[in-house]
């Protein structure tokens, strides 16, 4: 019942920026961790940015200096703020919650197709 709604996905050009924006879709106990995943064709999922409810940040060397994720914990929120893309970042990009004690839960978001384009 509880989804992950995520939004901002699109078309840009190289070079240009998009923000992406996740939130559930009803009101959950708080998430320890709030990240991005991505997915390109034939290629396995990998861990785009991870924000911790302290928060601490973990970028994939791919994208250091170049994202940057930050939450709202208030509402379980997560952002990724991508600038300077290139052809590589495009994917289908999840947003991901988990909380590691009582009440456990671990969501996935339906995923978001970012396309970098020329």
């Known amino acids: 019942q509880v989804q992950l709604v995520e939004s901002g996905g699109g078309l840009v050009q190289p070079g240009g920026s998009l923000r992406l924006s996740c939130a559930p879709s009803e009101s959950i106990a708080s998430a320890h961790i709030l990240g991005w995943y991505r997915q390109a064709p034939g290629k396995e999922r990998e861990q785009v940015a991870i924000v911790l409810s302290g928060g601490t940040t973990t970028y994939a060397d791919s994208v250091k200096g170049r994202f940057t994720i930050s939450r709202d914990n208030g509402k379980n929120a997560v952002f990724l703020q991508m600038s300077s893309l290139n052809l590589e970042d495009t994917a289908v990009y999840y947003c991901?919650?988990?909380?590691?004690?009582?009440?456990?839960?671990?969501?996935w978001g339906q995923g978001t197709q970012v396309t970098v384009s020329s």
């Open positions: 991901y919650a988990k909380r590691m004690v009582l009440p456990k839960y671990e969501y």
